[in-house]
């Protein structure tokens, strides 16, 4: 009978020691799956895998590791096994050739808070819904009639620089340039115009800060506890307790604005209109006026809560991403002052008037577009990852089994010295039509390839192109303290230090 108190407790005990156990036997099985394929890759650590190298700096990271283990590698994030692919060819499979079994993103972990999926996460077959509605209003040939828009939003910017130049102070370019993004994706997207720069208070601008990416990047804490309670809590109940990547009160901001304006437009003539990326999906949405192919097979139509999500999504793609790619193109002016003075040159010989920049401008600085391309090239730090549905051998001896995630680093591909000769040195003449024709075209691939391409190319290259020729038909950038000295820091920093010059 002395004994019978215990009996519980060595009970107890010994459930918790099975539950640790089954924990390290999954944690083991799930950790050895790399191995199982043979590829190199760096030790991880018990259920953190290789996440603390990112400390150092993602692009930092992948380098250091292509360097180390080759073209093809694994690593984990967390428990989550990753297959790390810098080899064009396997590019080529994974983006094209059996893009049906790469045909997606892993999901998040944690709640977006959309009132639908997003077109970055979207399934196989939603995403070929949505993306075969939404690929005409992204065509060069309607992003062409958005130019009178980004325009009038780097007159904005003008006005910002003037005050910069006549102060002669160092700025940095990233953060000057997230106001312009800003600006134009509220005009492009929502169809508002919202001048961030001299009314930073705009309840439009307040609540964009919300659901900025780069503050997602800096890992709010709420988004950590909502990462760490996932592995216990489900999906619906972290909604419900607010713990989101977009805040409830912004989305429903976002919401009401939209339901707004596409009300609005619904009562116009045609003609009165603006002609923008929201009035191109409300045409998707209610007159199924775009151009689709005959044997399209799904609805062509996108409900309330897709334009919503869509518009939303766009703006978390292309704010913070096209601000880094403005920044990083200011520091390299700054850094080549012998490349800058060329390109000064060109837009002055072929802008066709002060203060504007016409689309047909852009089609002729040559000089402009290899610059953009070898900043591409060298500092965007892109990586495109694809989640494997269904068992593929992308390469000789080399099969992916279903749930890894493969990731295309084109990041070290664009320094690959099979590819680029001297990669380290900024050569914008690497992107003359000669030197495009004779390389392997999967080395460069910024924006992704195959039918999961970047679907806002188009406006990103256009608004880019746009604002470094409109301020170098007045300025010139000079290095300053402050100013990064090294490539490939990706478009996600900040601390782009530069000047402005007036131009003689």
């Known amino acids: ?106 999901p998040l972990s944690i709640p977006i808070g959309l009132p639908d999926e997003t077109l970055i996460f979207a399934t196989f077959s939603d995403h070929k819904r949505r993306r075969g509605i ?62 961030s720069q001299k009314d930073p208070q705009h309840a439009f601008v307040q609540n964009a800060r919300k659901v900025d990416l780069s503050v997602v990047g800096g890992m709010k804490p709420s988004l950590i506890v909502a990462a760490v ?7 619906d109940v972290l909604e419900k307790w607010g713990l989101t990547v977009c805040p409830a009160d912004a989305v429903s901001f976002f919401h009401s604005i939209l339901e707004t304006i596409l009300t609005m437009r619904t009562k116009q003539q045609p003609e009165e209109r603006r002609m923008d990326l929201l009035e191109l999906m409300r045409a998707a949405r209610v007159e199924h006026s775009l151009d689709l ?48 003075d060329k390109l000064v040159q060109e837009v002055a010989a072929v802008t066709s008037k002060q203060d504007y920049v016409e689309r047909e401008d852009i089609q002729k600085l040559e000089n402009l577009e290899m610059f953009l391309n070898e900043t591409l090239r060298m500092d965007s730090g892109a990586r495109f990852p694809r989640l494997c549905t269904q068992e593929t051998e992308i390469s000789e001896g080399l099969t992916v089994p279903v749930g890894v995630e493969v990731i295309i680093d084109s990041d070290s591909l664009h320094i690959d010295p099979e590819y680029w000769p001297e990669p380290g040195t900024f050569i914008p003449e690497r992107f003359t039509k000669e030197e495009c024709d004779k390389r392997e075209p999967f080395a460069f691939i910024p924006f992704g390839q195959g039918p999961r391409m970047c679907i806002g190319m188009h406006l990103a290259l256009m608004a880019t192109k746009i604002t470094v020729a409109r301020v170098l038909q007045k300025y010139r950038f000079l290095a300053c303290t402050g100013t990064p000295t090294d490539h490939g820091l990706g478009f996600f920093v900040n601390n782009q230090w530069v000047k402005l010059e007036r131009l003689d």
């Open 134 to 195: 939404l690929s005409p209003a992204f065509s060069a040939a309607k992003v062409k009639l958005m130019v009178p828009l980004v325009n009038r939003c780097v007159d904005f910017l003008m006005e910002n620089l003037e005050k910069l130049c006549v102060e002669d102070t160092r700025f940095d370019a990233k953060r000057v340039f997230s106001y312009l993004t800003l600006d134009v994706m509220a005009s492009t997207a929502f169809g508002v115009e919202v001048n």
């Open 229 to 235: 309670l996932s592995m216990v809590v489900p999906m």
């Open 293 to 340: 192919p005959e044997d399209f097979e799904f609805e062509k139509s996108l409900s309330a809560d897709e334009v919503t999500t869509d518009a939303i999504s766009f703006f978390l793609a292309g704010y913070d991403t096209i601000a880094g790619l403005l920044g990083t193109m200011a520091v390299n002016l700054a850094r080549y002052p012998d490349i800058q």
């Open 1 to 106: 009978m002395s004994f019978y108190p215990l009996y519980p407790l060595s009970l107890s005990w010994g459930l918790f020691a099975a539950f640790i156990c089954l924990i390290l036997l999954y944690g083991y099985r799930t950790m050895s799956v790399l191995q199982k394929l043979g590829v190199p890759g760096p030790t991880p650590l018990p259920f953190v895998g290789n996440l603390l190298t990112y400390r150092k700096g993602q692009s930092v990271a992948f380098r250091e590791w292509r360097q180390k283990y080759g073209r093809v590698y694994g690593i984990y994030e967390g428990l989550a096994p990753k297959l790390v692919i810098t080899d064009p060819e396997i590019a080529k499979n994974v983006f094209v050739k059996d893009f049906s079994n790469f045909p997606m993103r892993m």
